[in-house]
């Protein structure tokens, strides 16, 4: 994340003796990813990180995939999925590779244990729900239409204003960033980007506790789940600096892009990813030339697959969506408007349609769980007699 923030209190320089007021030490801790040499913030604890009294096996998460592998566009409904309580132990499985995988939840209690993903970065859209996410780098609200960037490693726990929030998780084997022709050579957004820094929001201070006891941490790893039990409270931290933390940035400030003529979905794009990117689709103007066709054209996804998440059930494309609907539309297969939805919006000024989309670059496999919610008849959805 290419912005520099700072909480706390800090050294003058790095790597130097830092003493709280009766001279004890403080213990300096620097998280980052790709070694020494990607993104890293400095972190400075009351009590070191390392106080482990204890580690147990909770449960292995091998993720299921259908058994029926043919060839389709599909529908999924997540109304009718069951999940929760918890924001993370009983997320549901929707979609996966190797690079990205998807699943959701809707959160109705708090939990007490942290919680730290130690295989990839998160990237969770609140669909519906509020709260603050707390992390030893401070607290950061969050809202309805706000994705939450959680890189890898950052101990953090959920609290919910409004029960129940339902999430979206984007789980990426890869570092999740802003897109690379959106930003210069220093890193900084550029001015024709969709977003600027202005509204990125960043981890708020709060006092840490300097607090001994039991306090249980679940870590994921290697598809399989380990709950340690700390020594101290993990929220110690008395200041950091540093590239390295969650953040938030709601999708209602994504600026769309429109053209005279139909511009395609890369214009959308929100962040990118080893594998896959996400695109943002917003209410927004249409294309305003003369005989403009606003509906996108029929394409073949080749080399990628095509997942769209409705936030609304107004889609100017699609028929028979509803609110959290999810589609998946495979390379191999050319996909586009439902009948009837290109003539309908020619000519039609604008759309309040919103949705979230992930394109992958490697074939991506449905859960077992994913199945039992599936639109069976969608792949006929272009069909008319």
């Known amino acids: 994340m290419p912005i520099y923030h700072r909480l706390g209190s800090l050294p003058p320089k790095r790597h130097t003796a830092f003493r709280d007021g009766s001279g004890r030490l403080r213990t300096e801790e620097l998280i980052g990813n790709e070694g020494f040499t990607g993104p890293a913030s400095l972190v400075y604890h009351v009590h070191p990180p390392t106080r482990i009294k204890g580690v147990r096996p909770l449960q292995s998460l091998g993720w299921q995939a259908d058994t029926d592998r043919t060839l389709r566009h599909r529908h999924f409904r997540t109304g009718g999925l069951k999940t929760g309580p918890s924001p993370v132990f009983d997320r549901v499985p929707l979609l996966f590779n190797a690079d990205v995988a998807i699943a959701l939840v809707r959160a109705a209690t708090d939990d007490e244990a942290f919680y730290r993903n130690a295989q990839g970065d998160e990237i969770v859209y609140v669909t519906e729900g509020a709260g603050r996410l707390e992390s030893p780098l401070g607290t950061l609200a969050f809202r309805d239409g706000d994705y939450l960037v959680i890189p890898r490693g950052i101990l953090h726990r959920y609290r919910f204003e409004r029960r129940p929030s339902t999430l979206l998780v984007i789980e990426s084997a890869g570092y999740v960033r802003t897109p690379k022709r959106y930003r210069n050579a220093f890193g900084q957004l550029l001015e024709h980007s969709p977003y600027s820094e202005r509204d990125i929001r960043r981890p708020e201070w709060v006092e840490p506790r300097d607090e001994p006891g039991d306090f249980r ?160 008849d969608y792949y006929r959805s272009w069909y008319e007699d």
């Open 217 to 376: 941490l679940v870590v994921k790893k290697s598809n399989a789940l380990v709950e340690m039990t700390l020594a101290h409270h993990p929220c110690d931290v008395v200041g950091w600096d540093g590239y390295y933390y969650p953040w938030a940035f709601n999708i209602h400030d994504f600026e769309p892009r429109v053209g005279r003529y139909h511009l395609p979905p890369p214009v959308h794009q929100t962040f990118e990813g080893d594998g896959f990117v996400v695109c943002s689709f917003c209410p927004r103007p249409y294309d305003f030339g003369e005989e403009a066709v606003p509906a996108p054209y029929n394409h073949s996804n080749v080399m990628s697959d095509e997942v769209l998440y409705y936030v609304s059930s107004d889609f100017m494309s699609r028929k028979g969506i509803e609110f959290g609907s999810i589609t998946l539309h495979p390379d191999g297969l050319p996909h586009g408007p439902h009948p009837g939805r290109t003539e309908a919006s020619i000519g039609q000024k604008g759309t309040t349609e919103l949705a979230v989309m992930l394109d992958t670059f490697r074939p991506l496999s449905v859960s077992a769980q994913a199945r039992a919610i599936e639109d069976g």
